[in-house]
């Protein structure tokens, strides 16, 4: 059995869903679905209720949903370094499949992977073309969203951050 020390600042509800070899940034909040894997982990502050995979990198400020998934560079040719920008949501049992620059979200129950196409909508909410989720990968201010009566994945300005709440991290 291994022992290892908690980092100052970093809340884990379950150690044994933090893998050896994963950073924990301070104020980290990792809750009992969370899991970290080797070789990943959070700038922080950050909550954390779903999967960073292998190689994911998660900015400060941001939100990983309960049941949430981000695709690792150890699936699929491991080419495609995944990360997660500052201030990001990643919705409860939605997926992420290409890096995410600051200021994202990806709608509840969403997966964009890198083939994922998507409805890009001006101002107005028309579309202005359609493209591979991978043409967006790493563009700041985005959100994904899954139309309710068509089901075409959209994408367009993300005019809200997130912003954590602070009386959850003020005893990291």
Known sequence: MT??????????????RVRLGAYLGEGTTVMH????????GTEG??????????????????????????????SGGGNIVISVGKECLIGANAGLGIPL??????????FVTAGTKVSVLDEQGDTIETVSARALAGRADLLFRRHSSTGTVQCLTNKSAVELNEMLHANN
């Open 33 to 40: 679905e969370g899991f970290i894997n080797f070789n990943a």
């Open 45 to 74: 502050p950050g909550m954390i209720e779903g999967r960073i995979s292998a190689g994911v990198w998660v900015g400060e400020g941001s939100d990983l949903g309960g049941g949430c998934s981000t695709m690792g560079t150890l």
């Open 3 to 16: 022992n290892y020390v908690v980092p100052t600042g970093v809340r884990i509800a379950h150690t044994a």
């Open 101 to 110: 620059g600051d200021r994202c979200t990806i709608e509840a129950g969403l």
